[in-house]
């Protein structure tokens, strides 16, 4: 009977390459090849005692088979001990295998075969007046014992041990006479591990399945057929198994084979679940499905999207999934691709249905049914007989260009009420509406973001525009110019696939870099003339219009407004710029024209953001108003939140004004070309901190100095313009300090207190003095810098500015660091530290701790300096402070320096010295290079720290960093002592040493040089 059940699927067989075990004759070392010995829960190495109770019966040890067994039944005591793993009365024992005996005799025959069981394997046993029991701290291994403990688990993997340990049923082939109780026990122990197996069979059977993996599952579902070949669901399974493996014949030879089997040895018939299943493969068969489309140009890309819609297809609870997302972004590519990729998985197949140029009931209805061969009848409902005919069809229906349909959306309800073994995946520039419905956004191709470095080709987008050329020009290589205007052109385009093959059709005319220029100046350049392509794909016009023209009036009025945000809104900034209602922000998120964040935030996409612009733009009118109402929105938010960043909460003010940085930039940009005064001093008020804490010193220094111009038009008439002029001098003027830009930025902070002086603007006075002061601090006029900062201090404590104090009394404490004042730098810090955290001001607490480092540096306390510096680090990265983080690392670098961990002391100093480049902060490079030059010098590499001091000399000397420069000199001059040139080092020292300028720091350096010197020129003198 077995021979003629298998016969039927042959073909599943070669698939499956899964041999039964129990059909092989039973072989102990079979089993253990097929579970390694590093399963076992005892050790790795070979235990004392192995017992096999699955397949038949083999007890071994180190040395091979245990013989010695007074009989069968002794074997069996042991197995029924191990297995049991209980303490057992010896009374129930005796009655369980001797109980046809009298109780004497059963006693005497159990302490029989307990002596012998002691002798053989005494250590494994513990046995007592009453009780014996397995031991199971001995070592030994038990194939029973393994496979409940696999086959309990939730993985997969072990529940394939389980089946690799199943030799066939438990004890098989042993008898042990006049034991019925044992033997009942036997039976049970035996069908409850089959039964087990069987069930692993059927949930791996049905994870593969699921997983598309049709072999695997074949292979598994075989070989429960194996074990029980009168398996309904597991003949149901093969039958659809051999379908989806695309094997139809051989299921429907599978099903004759199984109901002529089934009624010749039970007299029964197939379930009728089976034989419905027959019969849709047969019809199936029999019916012809029409192809897919076939593309002319290669798929790119999307290999994730393709994974995640094939799990959501694989979910029974999902039966209509939309890819939604805008015109262009490639949703019929993307649902043509992941219909091949089903193909197999549906017994009536896939059927691709294009509904672009549909628009009504009817027509949707005539469309379908062509599409599914459905002939229809006069007088009847056609959703009726459309229902009716795919109630018995198991299929995925594609709907493609849904988007004007969607008020049709109930016909799709009613087909997956009517018909349960159907699916649909639509594509569509909006939902459908309706509660069955899954979504799956689909946006644009990978492509690189703004901070990407170097030129690849690596992106989906970029691959996809290089795929689009090379049909138009063959021998087309990009250099690393083009793939750098690629990059651009995918950016602009987010990855949009239409865009990016309408931008690369253009290249037989204009090279990369032109393409890009051309798109960002005009979104109209996004065309072709390719005859095939359908009309509505022929410019990204036309794509946009056919969404615009869904759109109702308000709505696209809202659009319009909506688009003079830049880098997403809030819906609080939507209703106030753009009078959008809940409902219309619905509409439009829907409809896709608009896209809900992770944050909350509402984005466009920026090409339909262009477009929705230059709708706006057509009315001038409309146009001011709303960028007008844009820039004062911003600058009107922005300003509390400016206050709030010098207090606490700064991570989530930063976050907040990080995330409006391009609305930002673009009120900036509009308040200054309409000569905002009002706009432009909320502005300023709100980001002048912000862009310190990010270390964007050279974009702060352009916006003021274009503002700047602004306000000094001579035209604007504005009795706060010379105010709002004062302040931005003071804000540029801080901003040119930082780049050591003295000369430049005393003139501006001069001409600041110049006009603030007027309206008594004692504070911003105070500021402008503050930034005077980092100059002289910086050139090594300390006495200068102390006034300075001593008049500040007076002003901010009786203004009660608690901010300007505590970064008055940080700057002293790093004065009073440089002129060797260590105990009025420690208070001034202190109070300073105190100050910051008591307002959690993180930005000015890791200003002081810095400061507070380098006091211990100073002092030699490293670990103390240390400390603090990671401290510090931690602080300025969590703010992402550029600034902050580089000077931590240079600082860091210097301490292993000090202890001579130079490996350590280079990947400090060389990162701090990028990152100053990076954020082009001049003095900080200075210093990066004078501790790599100090670094260079300690490890014998003269020619190399000469060059590193002499390149910062150089630069600081130009910055006017007179510190920094003697720094550098007290450099050359240890490298000159180091090349005995002795005459050099102490000519150098000795110009060092009148300097007023020179910083603690370096005075102690040169300390410690002149001493080896000295001791040098004693070795040295003549006997």
């Not at 690799?164 to 122990?189: C, M, R, S, T």
């Amino acid at each position: 009977m077995f021979s003629v059940l298998t016969s039927g699927f042959e073909t599943a067989l070669r698939f499956a390459a899964y041999t039964s075990h129990s059909t092989h004759p039973f072989d102990p070392a079979s089993v253990e090849d097929r579970y390694h010995m590093e399963h076992s829960h005892q050790s790795t190495a070979v235990p004392a005692l192995r017992i096999i109770a699955l397949g038949g019966l083999a007890i071994t040890d180190a040395a091979g088979p245990v013989s010695g067994f007074a009989s069968i039944k002794v074997q069996a005591l042991l197995v029924y001990l191990a297995v049991t793993g209980q303490v057992h009365q010896r009374t129930t024992l005796a009655h369980m295998f001797w109980g046809d005996m009298p109780d004497v005799k059963a006693d005497q025959n159990l302490r029989k075969a307990l002596h012998n069981l002691r002798q053989l394997l005494g250590s494994h046993l513990t046995i007592t007046r009453t009780t014996v029991a397995f031991d199971r701290t001995a070592p030994y291994w038990l194939d029973v014992e393994e496979l409940e403990r696999a086959s309990s688990s939730t993985e997969p993997e072990s529940w394939q041990m389980a089946i690799d340990l199943y030799g066939g049923p438990f004890l098989h082939g042993v008898a042990v006479k006049q034991a019925d109780l044992f033997n009942e026990w036997a039976v049970q122990k035996q069908h409850q591990i089959h039964d087990r197996i069987i069930h692993i069979l059927e949930q791996l059977a049905d994870r593969e399945a699921a997983l598309g993996a049709y072999r695997a599952a074949l292979a598994h579902t075989t070989r429960l057929l194996q074990l029980d070949p009168w398996h309904d669901q597991a003949h149901h399974r093969m039958l659809l198994l051999l379908e989806r493996s695309g094997m139809r014949h051989a299921a429907l030879e599978h099903y004759e084979h199984f109901k002529r089997q089934i009624w010749e040895d039970l007299g029964l018939e197939p379930a009728p679940a089976m034989t419905a299943l027959y019969e849709r493969i047969a019809l199936a068969t029999a019916r012809r499905n029409q192809p897919l489309p076939n593309q002319a140009t290669a798929f790119v890309g999307r290999e994730v999207e393709l994974r995640l819609l094939s799990q959501r297809l694989a979910d029974p609870s999902c039966r209509l999934l939309t890819l939604i997302g805008p015109g262009g972004t490639g949703k019929t590519r993307l649902a043509l691709q992941a219909a091949q990729l089903q193909q197999e998985k549906y017994i009536d197949g896939v059927v691709w249905i294009e509904l672009a140029t549909v628009e009504s009931h009817d027509a949707l209805l005539s469309t379908l049914a062509a599409a599914l061969d459905i002939h229809l009848y006069g007088g009847g409902d056609t959703l009726v007989q459309i229902c009716n005919a795919l109630r018995s069809r198991e299929c995925l229906l594609v709907l493609d260009n849904f988007e004007q349909l969607c008020e049709e959306s109930l016909i799709v309800s009613e087909i997956l009420s009517q018909a349960p073994a159907v699916r649909l995946l639509v594509s569509s520039r909006e939902r459908l509406g309706i509660r069955e419905e899954w979504l799956f956004d689909v946006h644009g191709l990978d492509h690189p973001p703004k901070s990407a470095a170097g030129a690849h080709a690596g992106d989906d987008a970029t691959q996809l525009f290089v795929q689009s050329v090379l049909r138009l020009q063959h021998t087309f290589t990009p250099t690393p110019a083009d793939l750098e205007a690629i990059h651009a052109i995918c950016r602009m385009v987010e990855g949009m696939p239409l865009a990016i093959e309408l931008a690369a059709a253009w290249s037989r005319t204009f090279s990369c870099a032109e393409i890009a220029a051309q798109i960002e100046h005009s979104l109209g350049f996004l065309t072709t003339s390719v005859r095939n392509s359908p009309a509505r794909h022929r410019s990204m016009l036309a794509v946009f219009e056919q969404s615009w023209q869904l759109l109702t009036p308000e709505s696209r009025r809202v659009c319009m407004r909506l688009a003079v945000f830049r880098g997403g809104f809030t819906s609080e900034a939507a209703n106030e710029v753009g009078a959008a209602t809940p409902p219309i922000l619905a509409t439009l998120t829907d409809k896709l024209l608009l896209r809900r964040t992770e944050t909350g935030r509402f984005v466009f996409h920026e090409l339909l953001r262009q477009y929705a612009l230059d709708q706006l733009q057509a009315d001038p009118a409309a146009a001011a108003a709303a960028l007008n109402q844009h820039c004062e929105y911003i600058a009107r938010t922005l300003l509390p939140l400016g206050l709030e960043l010098k207090q606490q909460r700064q991570k989530v003010v930063l976050a907040r004004i990080n995330a409006e940085i391009e609305n930002v930039r673009a009120a900036w940009g509009h308040a200054i070309v309409t000569r905002n005064i009002a706009a432009i001093g909320m502005l300023f008020g709100g980001l002048l901190h912000f862009y310190e804490i990010r270390g964007w010193f050279q974009e702060a220094t352009d916006v003021l100095g274009r503002a700047l111009a602004a306000v000094r038009d001579p035209q604007v008439d504005n009795p706060a313009k010379a105010f709002i002029a004062g302040v931005l001098l003071l804000g540029q003027g801080g901003f040119h300090m930082r780049y050591g830009h003295y000369a430049q930025a005393e003139q501006q902070l001069t001409d600041c207190i110049s006009l603030l002086t007027p309206f008594q603007a004692w504070r911003e006075i105070s500021y402008a003095r503050y930034s005077l002061s980092h100059a002289a601090r910086d050139r090594g006029e300390y006495a200068q810098a102390q006034e300075l900062l001593d008049t500040c201090l007076a002003t901010f404590r009786d203004l009660a500015d608690d901010f300007g104090l505590r970064l008055t009394l940080i700057t002293l404490g790093e004065v009073e660091t440089r002129r060797g004042q260590s105990t009025l730098a420690q208070q001034h810090l202190q109070e300073a530290l105190a100050l910051a955290r008591r307002y959690q001001d993180a930005w000015a607490i890791s200003l002081a701790l810095h400061a507070l480092a380098e006091l211990s540096q100073q002092q030699g306390q490293l670990d103390d300096a240390e400390r603090l510096y990671i401290e510090q680090t931690a602080i300025s990265a969590e703010l992402a402070d550029e600034w902050g983080k580089s000077r931590a690392l240079h600082r860091l670098g210097e301490v292993a320096l000090l202890r001579h961990d130079y490996a350590r002391a280079r990947d400090l100093l060389t990162r701090s010295r990028d990152l100053h480049e990076q954020i082009d902060d001049r003095l900080g490079r200075v210093a990066s290079l004078n501790g790599l030059g100090r670094l260079a010098a300690a490890t014998g590499a003269a020619e190399r720290a000469q060059g590193l001091f002499t390149t910062a000399f150089e630069l600081a000397i130009d910055a006017q960093a007179t510190p920094l420069a003697l720094a550098a000199l007290a450099g050359m001059a240890a490298v000159a002592a180091q090349e005995h040139d002795h005459a050099t080092a102490a000519a150098l020292i000795g110009f060092i040493r009148q300097q007023s300028e020179l910083a603690q720091e370096t005075r102690a350096q040169l300390g410690g040089l002149a001493e080896h010197l000295e001791v040098g020129a004693v070795h040295h003198q003549p006997v």
